[in-house]
């Protein structure tokens, strides 16, 4: 089973950025791989997805901010978040979009945006 381990997080002002990395033990790219979110009290919601042809779709709250990209050869996919707003705190997880997240989940990385 592939392993998934988010980092990148941490503490930025409003209007900050910050770049997530999510790297897998394995080979992840025959499938669409999202970035998901979890805010205290929420529902987990996905918020980016790239697919296996290279399409990234963005949520709403997050277009024109974000951008999610991948390293093949290093298993990784990225999410570059710009212009971060306190509604963007949350605990960010990837996973494939197949199935809500067919690989066990990691242990995410901690967002937390100071207005």
């Known amino acids: 089973q592939v392993q998934l381990v988010e980092s990148g997080g941490g503490l930025v002002q409003t209007g900050g950025s910050l770049r997530l990395s999510c790297t897998a033990s394995g080979n992840i790219f025959s499938n669409s791989m999202g970035w998901y979110r979890q805010a205290p009290g929420k529902q987990r919601e996905l918020v980016a997805f790239?697919?296996?042809?290279?399409?990234?779709t963005y949520s709403d709250s997050v277009k024109g901010r974000f951008t999610i990209s991948t390293d093949n050869a290093k298993n990784t996919v990225y999410l570059q978040m710009n212009s971060l707003k306190p509604g963007d705190a949350a605990v960010y997880y990837c996973?494939?979009?197949?199935?809500?997240?067919?690989?066990?989940w990691g242990p995410g990385t901690q967002v937390t945006v100071s207005s």
């Open positions: 996973n494939t979009v197949r199935g809500g997240g067919v690989f066990n």
């Open positions: 790239i697919t296996t042809d290279g399409l990234a």
